[in-house]
């Protein structure tokens, strides 16, 4: 009896220390640095009294998000740049399905860990919409930019550039851009308010 209940105990503290390691995942939508797009180019900064955080809270167009990898030494700061909000397909024989429109977000990646990048970008970058429907990226070129390539390979201390294109339903009204490394799967996944 005393060896089924202590069997039956560390049974559960297993499955207690399983249940507790796989729920660590982490959305941040705090800005590790703020971007141009808070703040008109030609307007004057403004000053902020010396007893308020000058920091943003949310993540916007323009910040950056300081994320780690699965692997020790992955880290990259990843910048929403630009959304184009619709994207215009790139030529003719392309285009988002009867009812659908197509949205593109520039993402700047840059290696500010210690071990290369490598990475199918896209596949951690997804949109969400007021009604809670989320959206995962779609292969298409569109005319704002040139596209996310689909195999990053960034040593340290450099940085990849490229959109990232989503098709969503025309009245959709996006309001939450998410990215994560490898693949989506790294614990941490950023997020910016479009709205």
């Given at each position: 009896?005393?060896?089924?209940?202590?069997?039956?105990?560390?049974?559960?503290?297993?499955?207690?220390?399983?249940?507790?390691?796989?729920?660590?995942?982490?959305?941040?939508?705090?800005?590790?640095?703020?971007?141009?797009?808070?703040?008109?180019?030609?307007?004057?900064?403004?000053?902020?009294?010396?007893?308020e955080p000058t920091k943003a809270t949310v993540a916007k167009i323009g910040d950056t998000i300081t994320l780690k990898g699965q692997e020790d030494g992955s880290?990259?700061?990843?910048?929403?740049?630009?959304?184009?909000?619709?994207?215009?397909?790139?030529?003719?024989?392309?285009?988002?399905?009867?009812?659908?429109?197509?949205?593109?977000?520039?993402?700047?990646?840059?290696?500010?860990?210690?071990?290369?990048?490598?990475?199918?970008?896209?596949?951690?970058?997804?949109?969400?919409?007021?009604?809670?429907?989320?959206?995962?990226?779609?292969?298409?070129?569109?005319?704002?930019?040139?596209?996310?390539?689909?195999?990053?390979?960034?040593?340290?201390?450099?940085?990849?550039?490229?959109?990232?294109?989503?098709?969503?339903?025309?009245?959709?009204?996006?309001?939450?851009?998410?990215?994560?490394?490898?693949?989506?799967?790294?614990?941490?996944?950023?997020?910016?308010?479009?709205?």
């Amino acid at each position: 009896m005393r060896r089924t209940t202590a069997i039956a105990a560390v049974i559960t503290a297993g499955l207690l220390f399983t249940a507790t390691a796989c729920t660590d995942d982490d959305i941040t939508t705090k800005p590790s640095k703020t971007g141009a797009a808070e703040q008109p180019a030609d307007s004057e900064p403004a000053e902020a009294p010396e007893d308020e955080p000058t920091k943003a809270t949310v993540a916007k167009i323009g910040d950056t998000i300081t994320l780690k990898g699965q692997e020790d030494g992955s880290k990259v700061d990843a910048t929403l740049k630009k959304v184009v909000d619709p994207a215009q397909p790139k030529d003719e024989f392309f285009a988002p399905e009867d009812g659908n429109r197509w949205i593109a977000a520039q993402f700047e990646l840059t290696n500010t860990g210690t071990k290369p990048y490598a990475d199918s970008p896209s596949n951690g970058a997804g949109v969400a919409d007021a009604d809670g429907q989320r959206f995962s990226a779609t292969f298409a070129d569109t005319k704002a930019g040139p596209s996310m390539t689909s195999s990053a390979k960034v040593p340290p201390g450099e940085k990849v550039l490229g959109w990232i294109t989503f098709e969503v339903p025309k009245g959709s009204k996006i309001v939450t851009v998410q990215f994560g490394l490898d693949s989506g799967f790294a614990e941490q996944t950023g997020q910016w308010k479009l709205s």
